[in-house]
């Protein structure tokens, strides 16, 4: 450990950053079904997501090898690309975070890596192919195998227990839920403080101070759980609000049926082999339930800005590293200079985000806030045409009334209306 | 290029069974139990056999939470 350089130490700080943003963007994975559905109380929800973070990170036992996953060629890869592309993840998810999207840590990641490698070897660097198996079929397949899943898992929680009481099902639905969110925050931990076990590792392989091939050291294993770990206790609770509130209203059925397919979703993936990000696999499941019970509804203009967030999550984060990759490259001023620009921008976003705090006392609220989920639904009625059998004088007043309802929507929700 | 499809339909078949199968198990519980009770209230033979199967049926729902606890870990 004596030998480290300044730029390997940062490239080590910088790397605990963007796991702590992991944590952080991923308690709503696990958490947020439990918490809009009063399974547990916030707080103690992102407690017991964060001591199982930190039980998953020292339960793994196999090392992250590649940080990439071949997605770019690995030989050219030095700590000033690293760092470069965490900039651009780290930065990635702290907007996404301000405007309360749920968004791949992972995929953010490989953007900063994508962007990293060709400002630093050219587009030679990046393997095309294993970017569209890697990132972009998964990141269609996720939710829709998660969604899938979880709807007709609600369907027949619904049906079964359609002559149930109510009051006396809700306690063995709390567990069941609390149970399967568990389990997806044990998976979170395995998986992702592992990628920065594998990234720290990396970097000192590369810097010279591990030799090839060697196991990450106790203090990264432990670095790496308690910055994932109190991420995820600080709770992104922007995010947890969009994806327990904002995407769809669940009861407690819809959220155990949710959670479990995620929890399903999440270990056939990575166990059969076709690795599904943990993010898209929730939020599938938490709409595929939605819309399993019975008049349930899914805001498609929160899902419709979500599923934006996660097309522009590789070109972003690529672009921003690939930014810092090229000032990174001019010479220690250069690293200085991005070090200097990460920390400004992250306390702006944090000074944003002061504007309109969102925390465990008011995760629960959607009441005033920015989501018109209201002025949507009166959109769509007023666009779908009247019933049949009503005169037809009625379509002259709806006429007048399309455009009025659309001036009063908010720009970002203008694609649900299509 | 190519796309693992035998690996990204084994995860679809497995996720969506191993899905509907435990919340349709768990669900059997739970109305097993509550099923459990009111037969009880109403001294009939059935309380046992609901209460038996209920607890049959989170047996399972456990077994399978173990070994998805044994999968995270191995």
Same mark, same amino acid.
């Given at each position: ?25 991923? !308690? ?59 900039? %651009? ?13 749920? #968004?791949? #840590? ?23 192919? $294993?970017?569209? $198996? ?50 997806? #925050? ?27 091939? =060697? ?9 790496? /759980? ?8 600080? /709770? ?18 819809? /959220? ?26 929730? =939020? ?5 339930? /939605? ?23 590789? *070109? ?50 959607? !009441? ?15 666009? !779908? *045409?009247?019933?049949? %059998? ?29 | ?74």
């Amino acid at each position: 450990m004596e030998h480290i350089t300044l730029l390997l130490a940062i490239v080590i700080v910088t790397a605990l950053v963007f796991d702590f943003t992991n944590g952080f963007h991923d !308690t709503a994975n696990a958490m947020a079904t439990t918490i809009s559905t009063g399974a547990l109380k916030p707080k103690t929800a992102v407690a017991m997501s964060a001591v199982l973070n930190l039980v998953g990170a020292f339960l793994s036992v196999e090392v992250a090898k590649t940080i990439s996953s071949g997605i770019v060629t690995e030989d050219g890869i030095t700590p000033q690309v690293i760092f470069a592309a965490l900039v %651009g993840a780290i930065l990635w998810n702290l907007m996404t975070w301000l405007i309360g999207l749920p #968004s791949s #840590s992972s995929h953010a990641l490989m953007g900063g890596l994508i962007g990293a490698t060709i400002a630093s070897v050219g587009v030679g660097g990046v393997n095309g192919g $294993t970017v569209v $198996t890697k990132v972009l079929i998964p990141a269609i397949a996720a939710p829709l195998v998660a969604g899938i899943a979880a709807f007709l898992a609600s369907r027949l929680t619904y049906r079964i227990g359609r002559n149930a009481d109510g009051k006396a099902t809700a306690k063995g639905y709390r567990a069941g839920q609390i149970t399967s969110a568990g389990l997806v #925050s044990l998976a979170h931990g395995t998986n992702d403080a592992q990628k920065t076990m594998g990234i720290i590792t990396l970097a000192l392989i590369a810097g010279g101070i591990l030799s090839p091939g =060697s196991n990450p050291p106790m203090w990264v294993i432990l670095a790496a /759980g308690l910055a994932i770990a109190l991420g995820t206790y600080l /709770g992104g609770w922007r995010i947890i609000r969009t994806m327990g509130k904002g995407l769809t209203d669940l009861q407690p059925q819809q /959220g155990f049926a949710a959670q479990t397919s995620a929890a399903s979703v999440i270990l056939a993936s990575s166990n059969i082999g076709f690795s599904l990000s943990t993010t898209h696999s929730c =939020s599938g499941a938490v709409m595929g339930a /939605g819309l399993g019970r019975k008049g349930g509804v899914v805001r498609w203009s929160t899902a419709t800005r979500m599923f934006v967030a996660w097309g522009l999550t590789l *070109p972003a984060a690529g672009l921003v590293a690939a930014g810092s990759e090229f000032v990174t490259k001019q010479g220690d001023w250069g690293v200085a200079a991005v070090a200097a620009f990460l920390i400004g921008a992250c306390a702006a976003i944090w000074f944003v985000s002061r504007r309109q705090v969102v925390d465990h006392t008011n995760v629960n609220d959607v !009441t005033g806030d920015a989501e018109p989920a209201g002025v949507v639904t009166a959109a769509i009625a007023a666009v !779908t *045409p009247p019933p049949a %059998g009503t005169p037809a004088q009625d379509l002259k007043a709806n006429i007048p009334a399309q455009p009025q309802a659309a001036d009063s929507e908010e720009p970002a929700t203008q694609p649900a209306r299509v | 290029m190519n796309i693992d499809w035998a690996a990204l339909g084994s995860v679809f078949g497995v996720s969506l069974v191993a899905t509907v199968a435990l919340v349709g198990l768990f669900t059997l519980g739970i109305v097993g139990l509550t099923k459990q009770e009111a037969a009880a209230a109403g001294g009939g033979g059935s309380a046992v056999l609901a209460r038996t199967g209920a607890y049959a049926c989170f047996a399972a729902c456990a077994a399978a939470v173990s070994y998805g606890i044994y999968l995270i870990v191995v």
